[in-house]
């Protein structure tokens, strides 16, 4: 029976309220957040973030 890891995952992110806004805007996905950007972990799209 599988687990549904990618629920909690998920839930874990609305709880903490910080990922909100951080969605892939093609799938709706989550982003895997990097130092200097945010890459869609199902997707592979890619949005790098502007630091002055
Ligand atoms: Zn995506």
Do not use: L
Not at 26 to 50: L, M, P, Q, S, V
């Amino acid at each position: 029976m599988p687990k549904h890891a990618k629920v909690d995952v998920y839930s874990k992110y609305d709880e903490s309220g910080q990922f909100s806004g951080e969605r892939c805007p093609r799938c709706n996905a989550n982003f895997a957040n990097h130092t200097d950007r945010k890459i869609c972990g199902k997707c592979g799209y890619a949005e790098i973030k502007k630091t002055e």
